[in-house]
């Protein structure tokens, strides 16, 4: 699961500076708020955190782990 995490937050990051850097994605008045502010910094960790709780959680009951 830590590497899911990994991907999945390094790759936003990775795909916003490849927004920023190509498609000037830089110009649009609200856009930094909507991918830096709401996406990296609240959805995201939020997303990461289900899955790192969620899915071990899920994997202990399969094996028949309390």
């Not at 990051?13 to 830096?36: M, R």
């Amino acid at each position: 699961m830590f590497w899911v995490g990994l991907v999945v937050y390094y790759g936003f990051v990775a795909l916003c500076w490849i927004g920023e850097a190509t498609a000037g994605i830089n110009h649009i008045p609200t856009a930094a708020f909507w991918y830096a502010s709401f996406l990296g910094t609240f959805l995201i960790p939020l997303f990461m955190s289900i899955i790192y709780f969620y899915f071990p959680e899920k994997a202990e009951e399969a094996r028949g782990g309390s």
